[in-house]
């Protein structure tokens, strides 16, 4: 099934066209990874798949329906995870479990400490640290963290490894993977690093210059 069917997209900033996608469709229960060079469009993509800007023209359909970014419950159904991890000057279970406190979960109790294990971080030296008290690395998974904890439809990451070493990137691969085959989670990752995202990624696809060059299946 579809989950997002874009056609004749086009976004115009400052009378510049940015972005053009004559046809997209991306499948649910996949990953799929979008590269390309700076500039190319990816981050103007994301955030409308984050339902956070509607296109110039054209048409975005959710799950077999058309979207109004005035409706936000759909952005319930889908979250992002942008390049600069965003945490609240909270403890790391509070910065955790904020989304679900604000979507009424109940029953909570356990849940950041499942998260915080995902992507490899030992909850009992984790979940009372400050959000000061993180490295670039810890910030950005538990940024990740977080969102896992909400279940969401559709986790979209921009640039999820930058400048994060080797094992965090590989958490990060691993707890990608986990969300798409545990949760039936639907990923969209943006990144540089295309050997990584191949590794991650069910489909792969190219975007230079505003527009689509080319889709590749990576397994």
Do not use: C
């Not at 490899?120 to 000061?132: C, D, H, I, V, Y």
């Amino acid at each position: 099934m579809a989950l997002y069917e874009l056609t004749d997209i086009t976004q115009v900033y400052g009378g510049r066209t940015v972005l053009t996608i004559d046809s997209l469709s991306l499948e649910a229960g996949t990953i799929t990874g979008i590269f390309g060079p700076n500039g190319s469009g990816k981050s103007t993509l994301m955030r409308m798949l984050a339902f956070l800007e509607a296109p110039q023209s054209g048409q975005l359909r959710f799950q077999g329906s058309n979207t109004d970014i005035a409706d936000t419950t759909l952005r319930r159904e889908v979250t992002l995870l942008t390049q600069q991890p965003y945490l609240l000057k909270r403890t790391v279970q509070e910065n955790i479990e904020y989304g679900l406190r604000i979507r009424g979960t109940e029953n909570i109790s356990g849940i950041a400490e499942s998260v915080l294990e995902e992507v490899g971080l030992a909850p009992g030296s984790f979940l009372s640290r400050q959000w000061f008290e993180l490295s670039g690395g810890e910030a950005q998974r538990v940024a990740l963290a977080a969102r896992l904890a909400v279940r969401p439809s559709v986790l979209l990451m921009d640039e999820p490894t930058s400048s994060l070493d080797e094992e965090s990137t590989e958490r990060i691969r691993n707890a990608a993977i986990h969300a798409k085959t545990e949760y039936h989670t639907s990923l969209v990752i943006v990144s540089h690093d295309r050997e990584w995202l191949t590794s991650v990624s069910d489909r792969t696809v190219l975007i230079r210059n505003g527009r689509i060059e080319s889709e590749h299946a990576s397994q």
